[in-house]
């Protein structure tokens, strides 16, 4: 795929996303990357590095153009504004204004799979709304729907292996999961890619995983018997509250899990490899690459 030489902005470079973004950038992009953060303070090692580093508050759209100025591409990552109702979405559209303003040309943004109404995913209607703006801003656009991490699945993974049970709220429902450095990367390719046109596209892993499936991955990996455990919704809830979550971030994280036990997650793509060149790593992998997160589990 071609690549631009136009300068290129990452939004939220502080974050983990944004720093494997920006890391694969630097050693693949030609022309000027702009970064931006709440504390451009933490992003000081970059300026050496040759990135021009400004400070940006999502919250405060009235400086956001002058942050986003010369900036042709823009990889806006979704931020983590969920402490206040309708501030993560406020943030979206305010950076969304801003890059029309600033004369943007092309908008990367990170979503997640079947954000439409209807989804079971609790946090999905921020991405849809911010979709739509994207989609009536005039921009031209790059959708790239992040699949949930693989990384995502260590802990419960360790917990298997103690317990000999995987307990998940998924059903029968698999999951396309996909890691954080295979989402970042696809996202800084779609951001120099000289692609002008408005595309929406799922960013997956190599497969899409049951319950069973990751029950069977953790017995193989560990040589441990491990059996799939079906929780409803409500179970995981309990689980979730008795691990000290409040109430509405329990529901949160377990509609996720909702999600794809309705099918909303499992659809597998080429998108990673089409942006990268390289075909996305799956569970064993990163089982593997985190052999000793389950020394003392075993």
């Not at 502080?14 to 996303?17: E, V």
């Not at 696809?186 to 046109?197: C, H, Q, R």
């Given at each position: 795929m071609s690549q631009t030489n136009e300068a290129v902005l990452v939004t939220g470079a502080?974050?983990?996303?944004g720093q494997l973004a920006i890391e694969w950038l630097l050693e693949y992009h030609q022309g000027p990357i702009i970064v931006t953060s709440r504390d451009p303070q933490k992003l000081s090692s970059l300026t050496e590095r040759g990135v021009i580093v400004r400070q940006a508050d999502f919250d405060q759209p009235e400086t956001l153009p002058e942050a986003f100025a010369g900036a042709k591409r823009l990889l806006l990552i979704s931020t983590d504004g969920l402490s206040v109702p309708g501030q993560r979405v406020q943030q979206h559209l305010n950076a969304v204004d801003a890059a029309v303003q600033a004369g943007v040309e092309h908008l990367v943004y990170t979503s997640l799979p079947s954000p439409e109404p209807g989804t079971a995913c609790l946090l999905a209607g921020d991405h849809y709304a911010t979709e739509e703006k994207i989609k009536s801003s005039g921009l031209s656009y790059t959708i790239l729907r992040n699949n949930l991490y693989t990384h995502s699945l260590i802990p419960a993974v360790q917990q298997a292996v103690a317990s000999g049970q995987y307990a998940a709220a998924t059903g029968d429902g698999a999951t396309a999961y996909v890691t954080r450095e295979d989402c970042a990367h696809?996202?800084?390719?779609?951001?120099?890619?000289?692609?002008?046109?408005n595309q929406t596209l799922d960013v997956s892993g190599p497969e899409a995983l049951t319950g069973k499936d990751i029950a069977a991955i953790a017995s193989e990996f560990t040589g441990r018997a491990i059996e799939f455990v079906p929780l409803t919704t409500e179970q995981l809830v309990g689980i979730y509250e008795a691990a000290g979550l409040p109430n509405g971030a329990a529901q949160v994280f377990a509609s996720f899990q909702t999600a794809s036990s309705k099918g909303e997650y499992g659809q597998v793509t080429t998108t990673v490899k089409d942006f990268t060149g390289q075909a996305p790593v799956g569970l064993k992998a990163v089982l593997a690459a985190n052999k000793s997160a389950f020394a003392s589990a075993e």
């Open positions: 502080s974050g983990q996303l696809a996202a800084a390719a779609a951001l120099i890619a000289t692609v002008s046109g």
